[in-house]
């Protein structure tokens, strides 16, 4: 299915609640208030509309970078100066970022959008809707449910962080402690738990449902003893039971795994148990992008025919050999597809060839035939090698350096895009991930339930992905490794890293053991904007 009617409405809500909409029968007033908007039904619904734009908004560029960069899974060396951005990519691989940092910058900025997008419509209708609404409980608890999402990524990336839920409250707020902020979340979830919905179709796509709830309860429960230092196992294994006993989810077939990310994913696909749609026709809410930028950073400029792209990309991301090792376990595995590596070929399985000079395949060339022609069939090489300048984080600009780097295709690319921009959805929540994360808090040291095993669980999964035999024992590395390879490029690895020891780790060129690292600096522009708020230790 390309996408639900639900979506579509949600496009169009989206949309319309934009400043350039003229379908409305609303005044023109220089501030959306209670008085002047919404009055209807269809209104109130629109009203809606910019907190899940606002969701959307960085989610799969500066989130996902944030995320996936600061660990093994992937890294963006500059290319004969092209990506350096005054070491916007190369401090999240050094552990080296800074207050001033600009991709740290744009991620307060966008989750402190959320949150008061969210304030404002939840103020707005909070006092417009009429309690005779039958709707009214349900929407309330979709939008705080949103802000609970945001305060779970604020919380996640910097630690302490200010608890604001009143709209039009500008009182300047200090930081609470993480502790604090994870209470917060938690009550939130519990108060809205009974008014979100059961239903699992195309008419709840892309809203939060009881179950969407429960898989980030089952997610803060997982990381609890990181983030607030009481173990909570068995709670996770409670609220990942919600999600496995509703019998509304089921693990994609082997078949279907990696259809779960094409451009036409959306409502049937089976394990989505929370997603965010993207749409390249979907305007962005002021103060974000909106981009859905996948095959603009990952498939190499050679291959734009090979995939049918009415765009040039860039290919500037990589994936380092450390993670890529989870995946050379087993060859049988359906999740190795979703890497470009070694030889490529085009659609038809001719060799992919590019014809240069030989001095614009290796700029080091010191032949006096340099500008002679020179034709290579395109390999992926799985090494990053700072050949330009390390200091620099330069691999240099010929193509040897352009072909540097495993490419990960999970979120393939969209042939139909115009503008850069992905039709694919990204789930936040995945069924795969209740199963891993309910056998993680097993053997942890939480209690089995429903006759299931850390070791059943995993095997469920694995029958579904691989072909090889079942395994006879795990042990939490192994779910670590199941983790890298299920959950590739969908913004956990972070997460995942810190919660299994490893993100002090060594990898590429980062050495960086500094533990206070786990959480970002605070940026400088915020103090500006909220004196109140205390910079994070260490920095």
């Known amino acids: 299915m390309k996408k639900s009617l639900l979506k579509i409405a949600l496009l169009a809500t989206i949309i319309c609640t934009m400043p350039f909409c003229h379908k409305l029968d609303v005044p023109i007033t220089s501030a959306l208030t209670p008085d002047v908007f919404p009055k209807t039904q269809a209104q109130f619904i629109q009203a809606t509309g910019p907190v899940y734009a606002a969701l959307r908004g960085n989610f799969a560029l500066d989130y996902h970078f944030i995320q996936s960069q600061s660990t093994d899974e992937s890294i963006m060396p500059a290319r004969g100066g092209n990506w ?9 691989h050094y552990h080296s970022w800074t207050p001033d940092h600009g991709m740290t910058g744009s991620n307060w900025n966008w989750i402190s959008n959320i949150v008061g997008t969210t304030n404002q419509a939840l103020a707005i209708l909070g006092e417009n809707m009429p ?5 009214k409980a349900q929407i309330l608890a979709e939008l705080r449910m949103v802000r609970a999402i945001a305060y779970f990524m604020w919380m996640d990336l910097f630690g302490n962080v200010p608890i604001i839920t009143k709209y039009g409250d500008f009182e300047p707020k200090t930081n609470s402690p993480r502790t604090e902020v994870f209470a917060f979340i938690e009550k939130e979830i519990k108060e809205v738990l009974p008014n979100l919905s059961t239903t699992v179709d195309a008419t709840t796509y892309g809203k939060p449902t009881a179950f969407t709830a429960q898989a980030l309860l089952a997610k803060m429960y997982l990381n609890a003893e990181y983030y607030t230092g009481k173990a909570q196992y068995n709670e996770c294994i409670a609220a990942c039971d919600a999600v496995i006993n509703s019998g509304k989810y089921a693990i994609e077939p082997r078949a279907s795994y990696l259809q779960q990310f094409y451009p036409n994913n959306g409502p049937a696909m089976k394990e989505f148990v929370f997603a965010i749609p993207y749409d390249p026709s979907m305007a962005a809410l002021p103060g974000t992008n909106g981009f859905m930028y996948h095959a603009r950073y990952d498939v190499l400029r050679s291959q734009t025919k090979r995939f049918n792209l009415p765009f040039t990309p860039s290919a500037p991301r990589s994936t380092l050999p450390e993670f890529y090792a989870h995946f050379e376990k087993d060859t049988n595995d359906i999740r190795n597809k979703q890497w470009l590596v070694g ?39 799985p090494n990053i090698v700072l050949r330009q300048s390390p200091a620099l984080f330069d691999c240099g600009n010929d193509e040897i350096s352009w072909n540097m780097g495993i490419r990960n295709i999970k979120f393939y690319p969209d042939a139909t895009s115009i503008n850069r921009n992905q039709n694919n959805d990204i789930p936040l929540f995945r069924y795969s ?27 469920q999964l694995r029958a579904q992905r691989t072909t090889s035999p079942a395994w006879t024992a795990v042990t939490l590395e192994d779910i670590y490794s199941e983790r890298c390879r299920e959950l ?32 970002l600096p605070i940026p400088t522009f915020a103090f500006t904007l909220n004196p109140a708020l205390k910079q994070n230790p260490g920095y």
């Open 131 to 135: 309690e005779s609404n039958t709707t």
């Open 488 to 519: 590739a490029f969908e913004s956990w690895h972070r997460n995942d890293m810190i919660r299994f020891g490893k993100f002090e780790g060594k990898w590429g060129f980062k050495t960086n053991a500094d533990t206070y690292r786990r959480i």
């Open 343 to 381: 030889k490529q070929y085009n659609a038809d399985g001719t060799p992919l060839t590019v014809t240069t000079t030989k001095k614009g395949y290796d700029q080091f060339y010191t032949g006096s035939d340099g500008s002679a022609s020179f034709t290579y069939h395109v390999e992926i090489t």
């Open 84 to 92: 350096y951005d005054n070491q916007g990519y190369l401090m999240p």
């Open 433 to 459: 991930d209740i199963i891993l994360m309910k056998a993680e808090a097993i053997l942890r040291g939480g209690a089995a339930t429903g006759g299931a095993t850390a070791l059943s669980l995993v095997n």
